[in-house]
């Protein structure tokens, strides 16, 4: 697997859109090309963010907040 | 985060007001579901405070993290709450009412975006139908290409190149955005 190749499969691996049968593959070739391949995955990783921001952010009920900063403060004090 | 990882309550509260909004507009559009989106949110910052002691900033931004751990609660959600069938229904409308997954969540006219929002919203919809539809059923319903193609009733090959061009548009539309997220 090139560099080229190695960069469109890792697009996929991030959405967790890889097949079974290409993990493998992707996993050697990730090891071959080291810390560029590490550099680039996590770049990849924005990807997440950006679908994330493309979204109209949506209310929550306030008692969400209140239940959960309860439950922190429940587990502090423990 | 490394308020957080102190164990500051006031650093989760403040962490909560940010990003909650976000969160749970990715929560819901996964699971379609407002009360299950709510009790989901609360136990993903739940797992936010429990889990950060392993978030790294060297790997990423808190936000992608974050984003990440939603995303899988969210679809493993889905399927353990046994609502996969009922969301699958709702996407199936979806499908047929309106190819274009984005573009029903909400119109421009409709809200206003940040400018971030808008840049990422622009670059997306500039994607044909297709892609888009593939990436969100990969991304936001957790399918893998089998699944799609047998969703879209589409060439396993043809998913494959249509995930492969979309993502690598949407990567390089987003790059003078990447350091900011």
Known sequence: MNFERFQN????????????????????ARKKFGKKAEDFIAKC??????FALSLRPAKSSDAIKDRLMAMVKAKKEA | MERIQ??????????YDRYNGILKALILRVIHNEAEADDLLQEIFMEIWNQAK?????KGKPLGWMVTLARRRAIDGLR?????????ERLQNEIEQQPDAWVHNATEEEIVLSDTRTLIRKVIMGLPPAQQLAIDLAFFKGMSQREIAA?????????KTRLELGLKKIYDGLKDLRDEL
């Open chain 1, 9 to 28: 499969q890792s697009r996929l691996y991030v959405i967790g859109a890889l097949e079974p049968e290409e993990v493998e593959e992707f996993e050697k």
């Open chain 1, 45 to 50: 990783y924005a990807l997440h963010e950006a």
């Open chain 2, 6 to 15: 102190a164990r500051e309550a006031d650093a989760l509260s403040q962490l």
């Open chain 2, 54 to 58: 392993n978030f790294s900033a060297q």
């Open chain 2, 80 to 88: 353990k709450k046994q609502a996969y069938a009922r969301a699958e």
């Open chain 2, 151 to 159: 969703k879209t009733n589409t060439p396993l090959g043809t998913v």
